[in-house]
């Protein structure tokens, strides 16, 4: 709990600094329409699966990529990929564990412009998780299809430059050897993007 807690508050802190370094420059002219939006970030991820959370941690870091197009008036197409790295312990036998995931997104959204500076973009589409976990001398792998809705708030701090707040819930799951896993979760992050 107390590294969730140390998590967060460096997530704000580098907000904080970022808003501080980069006042929005917004007076009026907005971001002059893009058709084609690019943003980098970094999430907390929560897994669906407590066993996830109890081996891996209950947030952990999952850096993503997206890219969104206007397609006609506030409606858009969207993709986004995103991947985990993540060692942990199994306890009960002080072995370590690690596993890579990747989640690649697509689906279409909605935009609207709140202000010269804001923009809201709700999204939602289907998503495609796996996995790749090794542990105990073994490796176990996954996949799944499922789906993901989500948002991202854009602060404009430039004409074609911005800050995005993202949040997105996504369900995924696969049949293994082990039984039943769910590969989604929740994320939440912020990440920074370029419009043209």
């Not at 009960?92 to 564990?97: G, I, L, M, S, T």
Request: aromatic share 10%; with cysteine; net charge positive.
């Amino acid at each position: 709990m107390r590294q969730i807690t140390k998590n967060g508050l460096h997530a704000a802190l580098v907000l904080i600094v970022l808003f501080s370094a980069f006042p929005p420059a917004c007076h009026g002219e907005g971001s002059a329409d893009p058709k084609n939006m690019v943003t980098a970030g970094a999430n907390f991820f929560s897994s669906s699966t407590p066993g996830f959370r109890e081996l891996y941690g209950s947030m952990v870091l999952m850096p993503e990529i997206k890219f969104t197009r206007l397609i006609s008036g506030n409606i858009s197409l969207w993709g986004a990929f995103g991947w985990i790295s993540r060692q942990g312990i199994i306890e009960d036998v002080n072995e370590p564990a690690k596993i890579r995931q990747t989640m690649a997104s697509i689906g279409a959204g909605y935009l609207q412009r709140l202000s010269a500076c804001l923009t809201l973009r709700a999204e939602a589409g289907i998503t495609y998780a796996s996995f790749t976990e090794d542990a105990l001398d073994e490796t176990l792998k996954g996949s799944g299809l499922g789906w993901r809705v989500g948002a991202n708030l854009d602060i404009f701090i430039r004409k074609r430059i911005f800050v995005t707040l993202d949040a997105a819930f996504s369900q995924a799951g696969d049949e293994v050897q082990t039984g039943k896993v769910k590969l989604g979760g929740f994320q939440l992050g912020a990440g920074f993007g370029i419009a043209f």
